[in-house]
DNA sequence: GTTAGCACTCAATATGTTTGAGTGCTAAGC
DNA sequence: GCTTAGCACTCAAACATATTGAGTGCTAAC
C-alpha cells in the first residue's frame, strides 16, 4: 500500500470534489466552477492555490495549461483510499439482487451467471466472475456410463461439488454392468483421496488396463484442478464499455483467459483481503491503462474461492460499484459455503474455514 | 433467396472487382483506379458507364456526387450468391485444425471452445458456437450423490452424452446407499424415455415423496434442454470486432443470450441448409447493420444440433471465411456424430440421420 | 458500343479567426 | 501569513474560408 503526502483538510476536500465532479460530468472541472457548484466559503483564487499544490504532488492533471483539472490515476487512488466514505447499495437493490439469487436453481453456474449479470447491470461495467475452485482437489465419486460401442462417459464428482465429465475410448467394448462393476471398485478404493495418493496408490496396487486407464484421466482431471487454470468464466456487460475509447482494450483481457489468469494471480499474490481497486493498472498491466477493476474473492479463503470483479472506466462511480462488489461477494460466499462446502469441515486438514462474509451488510 | 436482376458479364466482372478491392483497401474505387489496377482491357469511361448501369440497379453506391463506388448489402448479396467461386482453406490451415480437434481432450466444450477460438483466428472477426441440442431429449441414467446432510446433487445424463446437474435439498437427510437404491430404481424406469412419457408415468405410476421429487427435478431439466433455449455458448475473437464502429454493436448480440436466441430461431426457420450468409442484418435485425454473419449448423440435422458463426463487418474476405465456417461445421458434425451420436441410431423413432459432411473437403 | 476530353463536384486538408473557460501571478486585504 | 480581487495570458474548440485532387457525368468523335 502506497503511502501518501499529507493533504490539508482543504485539500482532500478539493480532491474529493474533483473526483466526484469530475466521475459525474467528465469534463474537467475549473476552479470558479467548483466554487459555485458546491457554493464554497472559499474563493476560485483559494482554489487555484491548492489546485497548484495538489498538481504538485501528482493527484490532479489538466490536460493543457489552460484547462480545468482532471484526477490523475494517484489522484483516484487518494480518494479511494481514504476519502470513500462506508457505502451500502439501497435496500431496495440488495433486495432485489437477493431475490433474484433466491429464484435461481441451486446450482452454481446459474449463480455465476446471475452474478456477473447483476454486477454488470448495477455497475454499468463489464463483470466477470471466475469459477470457484479448490487447492487440493479430492476424488468423492465416479460414474462409469456406456455409451455407443467402445466410447464410456466418465463423470467424475469432486469434494467441492465440481463435476468433470470426460469420454474415454475402450480397446473394447464393455457392458454397463462391468463398467459399474470398475467405478464402484475405484469409488471404494480412492474415496477422498487427492492426486498425490491416488497417483501412488496406482504405482503401487495392481489394476487391469481397463482401470489404469481410468484412474490416469481421474488423475488427469484432479490436476487440472489442482492447477489454478481457470476454466470457466462468466462475463457480462461488455457491450458498457464498448463506446470508450480507453475502456474498449479491456475487453482483450476479458476475453483472453491466459492473461486474465495471470493478471489475477498476480494481483492475488500482492492483494490484500476483501475488495480490491486496482486503478489503471497499476501500471502492472498495459491492458487496464484507463481502466479500473474493482474485485473480491469469494468462496472459503484456502480451500475453495474464486473471484468477482467489475470493470470499467477510471472514470466510475467507485462507491457505489465498490458497495456491489462486496454485496455480491458476501452473497455468493456465503451460498457457496452453504450448499458446496459444509461437508468438507469433515476434512482432518482443512481445520480453519475463514469465511469473509460482512454480516453487517449481508443481513436485512 | 431473392432474384436479382441479369447483368453483362461485364458488369459482373466490374461489381466482383469493387466487391474485391474494397473488402481489401477499404476504400471506395473510381473508374480509373480500378482500369489500371486490374489492367483492363476496356477503358475507366466505359467502366463509368457499367458504374452507372450498377448503381441504377442498386448494386454499388457513392458516400457523395463525386466519390468513388463501395458495394451495396444488395452488391454483397450478389456477389457471394453468384461470384464467389469454390473455395477452401490452405491445406496447411485445415491440417493445424485438425490437428488441434486432435490434441483436445474428448470433450464437447473443448470443442466449442476451440471451434470458437479457430472460427475467431482465421477469420479475424468474432465467432460464436452454441451448443448443440436435443429435439426430443431423453432420459439415460441418474445418479444422486449425497453432499452435507439434507443436500444432494443431482447428475442427469441424456442420451446425446448431454450431462445435467442439480442440487436438491431433501426433507431429511438419506444415506448414499438408499440415494442410490433410489436411483437405480428410477433408472430402471425411465430409461430411454422423454419428458412426456416421463410424466405420464409420473402422475399413473406410485411414487413416493423423495421420488416424485427427483422426477420434478428430471423433468424440469428435460423440458429446459427441450425447449430449445441457448445455455451454452462459447464466443471468441470480440476484440477483433472493437475498433470498427460499424461492427462494434454487434456484440450485443453476441452478449445478449436471448437476442442471440431469436436472431437464430428465426434465421433457422427461414433458412436453407449448409452455410448462410446473412449480410446487414437482412434488413430484419439491427445489431447486425454493417455486419455480416456466416453461420451454419452443426451436428446431426433435426436431432442433434448447434450453430456456429462467423460475425464482422460487412467488408469481409468472404471466400475465406465461408471456407472456415463450413471447414469447421463439417468436422464438428463428425465429431459429434462419432462420439455422442451413434448410439441414438438405436431408438426406433429417428430412422434418417442426415449428416452434413461434405467429403471433398474434409478429407485430405 | 466504346472512348477521349472536359467541366464539374465535393470530401479531405490546410490555414486563419474568434471565443471563452480557465489559468498563473501580483498586489492588496484580513 | 493565508486569502482574495484583478488582470493579462493561454489554448482547445468552433467556425469560416481557401486549396487540392480523385472521381464523376456528359458529349462528341471513333
Given at each position: 500500500m502506497?503511502?501518501?503526502q499529507?493533504?490539508?483538510?482543504?485539500q482532500?476536500?478539493?480532491?474529493a470534489?474533483?473526483?466526484r465532479?469530475?466521475?459525474?460530468?467528465?469534463?474537467p472541472?475549473?476552479s470558479?466552477?467548483?466554487v459555485?457548484?458546491?457554493?464554497?466559503?472559499?474563493?476560485?483564487?483559494?482554489?487555484?492555490?491548492?489546485f497548484a499544490?495538489l498538481?504538485e504532488?501528482g493527484?490532479?492533471?489538466q490536460?493543457?495549461?489552460s484547462?480545468g483539472r482532471i484526477?490523475?490515476e494517484?489522484?483516484?487512488?487518494y480518494?479511494?483510499q481514504?476519502?470513500?466514505?462506508?457505502?451500502?447499495?439501497p435496500?431496495?437493490?440488495?433486495?432485489?439482487i437477493?431475490h433474484q439469487f433466491?429464484?435461481a436453481?441451486l446450482e452454481?453456474?446459474?449463480?455465476m451467471r446471475l452474478s456477473a449479470?447483476?454486477?454488470a447491470r448495477?455497475?454499468?461495467?463489464a463483470?466477470?466472475?471466475?469459477?470457484?475452485q479448490s487447492?487440493?482437489?479430492?476424488?468423492k465419486h465416479?460414474?462409469?456410463i456406456?455409451?455407443q460401442g467402445r466410447?464410456v462417459l466418465?463423470?467424475?464428482v469432486?469434494?467441492?461439488?465440481?463435476?468433470?465429465q470426460?469420454m474415454?475410448?475402450?480397446?473394447?467394448?464393455?457392458?454397463?454392468?462391468?463398467l459399474s462393476?470398475?467405478?464402484?471398485?475405484l469409488?471404494a478404493i480412492?474415496?477422498?483421496?487427492?492426486?498425490?495418493?491416488?497417483a501412488a496408490?496406482?504405482s503401487a496396487?495392481?489394476?487391469d488396463?481397463?482401470e489404469?486407464e481410468?484412474?490416469?484421466?481421474?488423475?488427469?482431471?484432479?490436476?487440472?484442478?489442482?492447477h489454478?487454470s481457470?476454466?470457466?468464466?462468466?462475463?457480462?456487460g461488455l457491450v458498457?464499455?464498448?463506446?470508450d475509447?480507453?475502456t474498449r482494450h479491456a475487453i482483450?483481457?476479458l476475453e483472453?483467459?491466459t492473461?486474465?489468469?495471470s493478471?489475477?494471480?498476480?494481483?492475488e499474490?500482492?492483494?490484500?483481503e476483501g475488495?480490491?481497486v486496482?486503478i489503471g493498472?497499476d501500471g502492472r498491466?498495459e491492458?487496464?491503462?484507463?481502466c479500473?477493476?474493482?474485485?473480491?474473492r469469494?468462496?472459503?479463503?484456502e480451500?475453495?474461492s474464486?473471484?468477482?470483479?467489475?470493470?470499467g472506466p477510471?472514470?466510475?462511480?467507485y462507491?457505489r460499484?465498490v458497495a456491489?462488489?462486496?454485496y455480491?461477494?458476501d452473497?455468493?460466499s456465503?451460498?457457496?459455503?452453504?450448499y458446496?462446502?459444509?461437508e468438507?469441515?469433515?476434512l482432518?486438514?482443512?481445520?480453519l474455514?475463514?469465511?469473509?462474509?460482512d454480516?453487517s451488510?449481508?443481513i436485512?
Amino acid at each position: 500500500m502506497v503511502e501518501f503526502q499529507q493533504l490539508t483538510e482543504r485539500q482532500e476536500r478539493i480532491l474529493a470534489m474533483v473526483v466526484r465532479s469530475y466521475i459525474e460530468t467528465g469534463k474537467p472541472v475549473g476552479s470558479k466552477a467548483l466554487v459555485e457548484e458546491y457554493g464554497l466559503d472559499f474563493s476560485s483564487a483559494t482554489v487555484r492555490n491548492d489546485f497548484a499544490a495538489l498538481g504538485e504532488l501528482g493527484y490532479v492533471a489538466q490536460l493543457h495549461t489552460s484547462a480545468g483539472r482532471i484526477p490523475t490515476e494517484r489522484g483516484y487512488r487518494y480518494f479511494v483510499q481514504k476519502l470513500l466514505g462506508e457505502f451500502h447499495l439501497p435496500l431496495h437493490e440488495r433486495q432485489m439482487i437477493r431475490h433474484q439469487f433466491h429464484q435461481a436453481r441451486l446450482e452454481l453456474s446459474q449463480w455465476m451467471r446471475l452474478s456477473a449479470a447483476i454486477l454488470a447491470r448495477t455497475s454499468g461495467s463489464a463483470s466477470f466472475v471466475t469459477a470457484p475452485q479448490s487447492r487440493a482437489n479430492r476424488f468423492k465419486h465416479l460414474q462409469l456410463i456406456a455409451t455407443q460401442g467402445r466410447l464410456v462417459l466418465m463423470v467424475l464428482v469432486l469434494f467441492g461439488g465440481e463435476v468433470k465429465q470426460q469420454m474415454l475410448t475402450l480397446a473394447e467394448p464393455l457392458s454397463q454392468h462391468r463398467l459399474s462393476t470398475v467405478a464402484d471398485r475405484l469409488n471404494a478404493i480412492f474415496h477422498e483421496k487427492d492426486s498425490d495418493e491416488i497417483a501412488a496408490r496406482l504405482s503401487a496396487g495392481q489394476f487391469d488396463t481397463l482401470e489404469s486407464e481410468v484412474i490416469n484421466l481421474v488423475l488427469d482431471s484432479l490436476r487440472r484442478a489442482d492447477h489454478r487454470s481457470i476454466s470457466d468464466i462468466y462475463r457480462d456487460g461488455l457491450v458498457n464499455i464498448l463506446e470508450d475509447e480507453g475502456t474498449r482494450h479491456a475487453i482483450r483481457l476479458l476475453e483472453e483467459r491466459t492473461l486474465l489468469a495471470s493478471v489475477l494471480t498476480e494481483q492475488e499474490a500482492q492483494g490484500g483481503e476483501g475488495v480490491q481497486v486496482v486503478i489503471g493498472g497499476d501500471g502492472r498491466w498495459e491492458e487496464l491503462k484507463d481502466c479500473t477493476m474493482i474485485l473480491s474473492r469469494y468462496g472459503v479463503t484456502e480451500s475453495f474461492s474464486g473471484t468477482l470483479a467489475v470493470v470499467g472506466p477510471t472514470r466510475m462511480p467507485y462507491d457505489r460499484n465498490v458497495a456491489a462488489v462486496r454485496y455480491v461477494a458476501d452473497l455468493m460466499s456465503s451460498f457457496v459455503y452453504d450448499y458446496f462446502l459444509q461437508e468438507t469441515a469433515d476434512l482432518p486438514e482443512n481445520t480453519l474455514y475463514q469465511i469473509e462474509v460482512d454480516n453487517s451488510d449481508s443481513i436485512e
